[in-house]
């Protein structure tokens, strides 16, 4: 089965610096990565999403970059804000109607004033 | 709107009581999905469901019994539980049909779970 890492499990940053988790996956089949946010007593949040057959894809102060040879796939923050303080989980799925999301175990990020 | 709803949001149960959690969408779904998630770590898939029917069982002990009644409703049905079995559950569901969003899943804010 799939299996992802994911590195580092937390992170300090000022207000203002950028962020970067970065995970690596097993299955080569597997072809959809997402990213969730995780806050305190909340479920997880969809932030950003890439597909296999795209490499880069940015949502304003996010982007997230995959390299499918090495199977790596990274999230990047710019800008932190306080508000971006969460835990991050990303994921790895085959494509299908009902597939099994495998995640990485977490980044807790702090962004500190 | 991407809203999956979940109930109740607290509970608290005895080993041999018998109760429900109950999840909700209106999107229009055809696959929902029910995640187990201990403290600090990430959520774990239990079951799926594919247009009504039961796709995956992650060979969850039979103490949890998941139920999909209608497109929109996803029950699990919780009996004789382990303290062990404390966690947040977490449902989720996705478009379930073929298409570039089929594999978005969308969460609820989940149920926590407390085994006396």
């Known amino acids: 089965g799939e299996n992802v890492e994911q590195h580092p499990s937390t992170l300090s940053v000022q207000e203002g610096d950028s962020a970067v988790i970065k995970c690596t996956y097993s299955?080569?089949?597997?072809?959809?990565f997402p990213w969730y946010k995780q806050e305190l007593g909340k479920g997880p949040q969809l932030i950003i999403d890439?597909?296999?057959?795209?490499g880069e894809k940015k949502d304003q102060r996010i982007a997230v970059t995959l390299n499918k040879t090495a199977k790596h796939f990274s999230l990047h923050i710019t800008e932190t804000q306080p508000e971006d303080s969460a835990v991050y989980f990303c994921?790895?799925?085959?494509?299908?109607?009902?597939?099994?999301?495998?995640f990485g175990t977490g980044t807790r990020l702090q962004v500190t004033l | 709107d991407t809203e999956v709803t979940q109930t109740p949001k607290h509970l608290v149960m005895g080993m041999t009581n018998k109760k429900s959690l109950k999840c909700e969408q209106h999107?229009?779904?055809?696959?929902m999905y029910w995640y187990k998630q201990k403290a600090k770590k990430p959520p774990e898939l239990m079951f799926v469901y594919s247009y009504e029917k039961l796709s995956i069982n992650e060979s969850v002990p039979s103490r949890f019994s998941p139920e999909c009644p209608n497109s929109s409703l996803l029950n699990l049905h919780l009996h004789a539980l382990q303290p062990e079995d404390s966690a947040l559950y977490l449902c989720a569901s996705s478009q379930g049909t073929r298409g570039v969003f089929q594999n978005i899943q969308y969460f609820g804010a989940g149920t926590r779970l407390s085994v006396l």
């Open positions: 999107m229009g779904h055809r696959a």
């Open positions: 299955d080569s089949a597997s072809n959809y």
């Open positions: 890439i597909r296999s057959n795209v």
């Open positions: 994921a790895a799925s085959r494509s299908g109607t009902a597939s099994k999301l495998t």
